[in-house]
């Protein structure tokens, strides 16, 4: 059965904002989370035989532990939300059984992180988070992140990175080539690859 579980919602948001503690991200904010769980909700329907309440928990804690994208330790954000994840699922008596499940869509839903989704419910998961770093709300989670660490739009002597290697650190302009622009062909599911 497909969650409209106010009530769910309402707590996982209020975990977030706990743990967040007033820190600001615009582009890994409540707003996020919420537009990652309507995409997810969407791709399950069509999709079919998901569970939606470890998809739900999931959307909803991906991003709890948000390190900064210029962080040496940013590519263990997910295996850090998906530990805090299990143990605030577990103290509200959440489904046992199902923290493994809601681990792993979290775990495997990060880019950096490379790691493979192997269930329907984080292949899902990481298609929906994808699909929010694309069009117009990509672009402008982009460039505020950018501006957010002090990263310039772009390199004024060489834009397109022609004669010089990319470098997402430092131009705003180059994490379209290192990275959005080839989310497109990491799409699991066919309702992701045709919405990306």
């Known amino acids: 059965m497909f969650s409209n579980d106010v009530t769910a919602q309402a707590r996982f948001e209020a975990e977030a904002a706990r743990v967040w503690n007033g820190m600001t991200d615009v582009a890994h904010d409540v707003w996020h989370l919420r537009r990652v769980w309507a995409r997810a909700r969407d791709i399950a329907v069509e999709v079919g035989d ?13 991003d709890i532990i948000n390190l900064p994208k210029d962080d040496p330790a940013r590519r263990t954000a997910s295996r ?21 499940a809601v681990a792993h869509a979290i775990e495997a839903h990060s880019f950096s992180a490379n790691i493979k989704a192997e269930t329907l419910e984080a292949q899902i998961l990481q298609d929906a988070d994808r699909l929010d770093a694309m069009g117009a709300v990509g672009i402008a989670r982009c460039f505020a992140v950018s501006g957010a660490l002090g990263r310039a739009l772009f390199d004024g002597d060489d834009p397109l990175a022609i004669e010089r290697g990319l ?6 302009l180059d994490h379209f080539e290192v990275k959005l622009l080839r989310l497109e062909e990491g799409m699991n599911t066919s309702p992701a690859l045709r919405l990306a």
């Open 50 to 62: 998901v569970d939606l309440e470890v998809l739900e928990a999931a959307a909803f804690l991906h």
């Open 167 to 172: 470098n997402d650190t430092a131009y705003a």
């Open 80 to 100: 850090l939300s998906a530990t805090h994840a299990t143990t605030y699922l577990r103290g509200i008596g959440f489904n046992e059984t199902k923290l493994n």
